[in-house]
T-cell receptor
């Protein structure tokens, strides 16, 4: 079956511009996560949705970052006034269950590589 | 806060060698522990997991045991193959939360 998909696969933008990154989770998965992976680092949590609502947005670095999931499926990560330090691979993951004691298995998409010039 | 520390790479081994990648964690409560793998050109995949102390996760010949007394979750494989070349990430999920905290990753290269 189809896995998690992310578009675009690559995005090059100029400093100060606005960008949107899209994530299509596995059909039926209620939980959706965004992570950011800088070069040579592990993924860093940004935000977690359960259904349509953001259950935990504690990882968003500042108010330039915002994410939505209006119908509980597709999610869009929005970055305003991009900065060179925002350059990274943005990963999306989804899971079908959220169990007590921690996350169910998260299935990751291939990521969007964002480059801010 | 909760965190994961894993050994730095790159690690280079000959085929059929024994592999250990060390991972230690700091967490309050009782986290779940994971190893994820990223093969060249592919996305992150769950390799194995353990949800409580003394649990052993295993998959594809890899094993890791949740050791609460040493706060460790070391990844081992008895005989590596060239196809195991990848980046390996140790991760934890706090007991009260659902996001994954990842280590920095360890790059493994297996040569014929």
């Amino acid at each position: 079956g189809a896995g998690v998909s992310q578009t675009p696969s690559n995005k090059v933008t100029e400093k100060g511009k606005y960008v949107e990154l899209r994530c299509d989770p596995i059909s039926g998965h209620t939980a959706l996560y965004w992570y950011r992976q800088s070069l040579g680092q592990g993924p860093e949590f940004l935000i977690y949705f359960q259904g349509t609502g953001a259950a935990d947005d504690s990882g968003l670095p500042n108010d330039r970052f915002f994410a939505v999931r209006p119908e509980g499926s597709v999610s869009t990560l929005k970055i305003q006034r991009t900065e060179r330090g925002d350059s990274a691979v943005y990963l999306c993951a989804s899971s079908s269950t959220v169990t007590s004691g921690g996350a169910g298995e998260q299935f990751f998409g291939p990521g969007t590589r964002l480059t801010v010039l | 806060g909760d965190s994961v520390t894993q050994m730095e790479g790159p690690v280079t081994l000959s085929e059929e060698a024994f592999l250990t990648i060390n991972c230690t964690y700091t967490a309050t409560g009782y986290p779940s522990l994971f190893w994820y793998v990223q093969y060249p050109g592919e996305g992150l995949q769950l390799l194995l997991k353990a949800t409580k102390a003394d649990d052993k996760g295993s998959n594809k010949g890899f094993e890791a045991t949740y050791r609460k007394e040493t706060t460790s979750f070391h990844l081992e494989k008895g005989s590596v193959q060239v196809s195991d070349s990848a980046v390996y990430f140790c991760a934890l999920s706090p007991n009260s939360g659902y996001a994954l905290n990842f280590g920095k990753g360890t790059s493994l290269l297996v040569t014929p």
